[in-house]
């Protein structure tokens, strides 16, 4: 079953999201028919389902939003076991596979080790959070480590004072900490810890095994834009390290072995959160081994992967007023990309080309509130060479393309939130494909062999059935 592997969040530590050992491509993929389904009935505010499904060893494992997780089998969906979750997850959230366990997030502090033949807890660990944080992320596993990351988001709200985010590293075997990183460079939280909050990591980290490097993108400072008392973030003067950044970790220690921050004191909740891809480029004559990040800034960079040196950026999609660094007071403007705009979702990677799904979504700001009117927005998948930054083709939807990239040999899938799913020839950019899901998609997919799972996690309209649906080839 080598083939009918997805064992990561990206798929590899590099996080490329590519499969080219499936019989799905341009040529059979109408051949794809939906073969099992499995219901997802309870939901939170954001839906039943967000995380990527993981597939090994003939079995699918998935979490959806409150918590719960669940084994199933690859062929029929027939549930193997199920472990209830302790509370609901506010954000990203999922699992990670490895050393004979399931880890996962059961709560906003709880974290756990599962056993991966029945589901059984094996261990626990409580983070230490204060009432505006919380676990939100789909962990990832390597050498021993199991890799995590708190918020500030929890039930009580989003970017709360006092709350920030830290990265952890837990002993697999034991769910001790071994290392932990504050994503927040300030004891006091840049000067004032009642109003002032940040930071934390969305996405998993990517991992270069050779260097012994995790590279992970952080969120955004707060409160954005700034409050009646502190306007245009005020309260939180200076560049707020290491917000809006890619930060690289030693994988052992955590130490901080390199950051760039691509958006210094940011006020319109534009995360650089994205997992950052690892891959070689040939730049200028040289071989140059790169981390390529992006997230709600609306721009994709590359970095040099041993120093962080920015080496290309591109912007993507609409850009107004998001140059600004305040509003005047009095003034109100609209901000594309807006705080639910940009890049949200993962990018992918293929023989020298970055596909990034896109979403123009505005925001309209004062110096110290913000409103999204709506979800009404549209959406572009961009190609881009990973060598220059140069863009070689972009595709437009009339919705939000928030489903991830994902590549399977010369396709790229994405998916908008409407709740299509879309196959795209990764030479041009052209709609070969599509598949309406039973219910709306804001979740990545997993390619595993010859089949897809789609997580449709988002009841946007009437009858709507949140569910995983497997899609395969017909024989």
Known sequence: RNSSLWPLPNRDYASARANFDSNISSDTIDRLEAVWTFDLPEKT???AAVSNPLVIDGVVYFQDLPS?????????????????????SVAPNGLAVGYCKIFAAVSASEFEALDIDTGLTLWTAEIE??????INIQPIVYDG?????????????????????????????????VWSFNTVDSDDIWGNREVNSGGGAWFPASIDTERGLTYWGVGNPGPWPGTEEFPNGSSRPGPNLYTDSVVALDHKT????????????????????????????????????????????GT???????????????AVGIHQNDDLTEVPIGESVVVYPGALGGVETFMAYAEGVVYVPVMNLPTTFTASSKKTESLDGTGILVAIEADTGDILWETEFDDLVVGSATVVNDLVITSVFGGTVYALNRAN??????????????????????????????????????????????E
């Open 145 to 177: 480590l199991v890799y995590l990351s708190t918020a500030p988001r929890s039930e009580k709200g989003l970017y709360l004072g006092d709350g920030v985010g830290i990265i952890y590293a837990l002993d697999q075997e034991t769910g001790d900490i």
């Open 254 to 297: 955590g130490e901080l072995v390199w950051f760039n921050q691509v958006r210094p004191h940011d006020n319109f909740d534009l995360d650089f959160h994205v997992t950052p891809i690892l891959t070689t480029e040939r730049i200028n004559g040289q071989d140059r081994d790169i981390a390529i990040g992006a997230g709600k800034t």
């Open 129 to 134: 959070l204060t009432d505006h944080e919380g």
């Open 429 to 474: 950019g052209e709609i070969v494909w599509s598949y309406q899901a039973s219910a709306g998609l804001n979740a990545p997919l997993a390619v595993a062999g010859d089949t897809i799972i789609v997580p449709a996690g988002i009841p946007n309209r009437a009858g709507n059935k949140t569910r995983l649906i497997a899609l395969r080839l017909a």
């Open 45 to 47: 505010n954001w839906g």
């Open 300 to 314: 994709v960079h590359a970095f040099d992967a041993d120093t962080g040196e920015e080496l290309w950026v591109t």
């Open 68 to 88: 719960n997780i669940f084994a199933l089998d690859f062929d029929t969906g027939k549930a193997i076991w199920n472990h209830r979750g302790e509370g609901p």
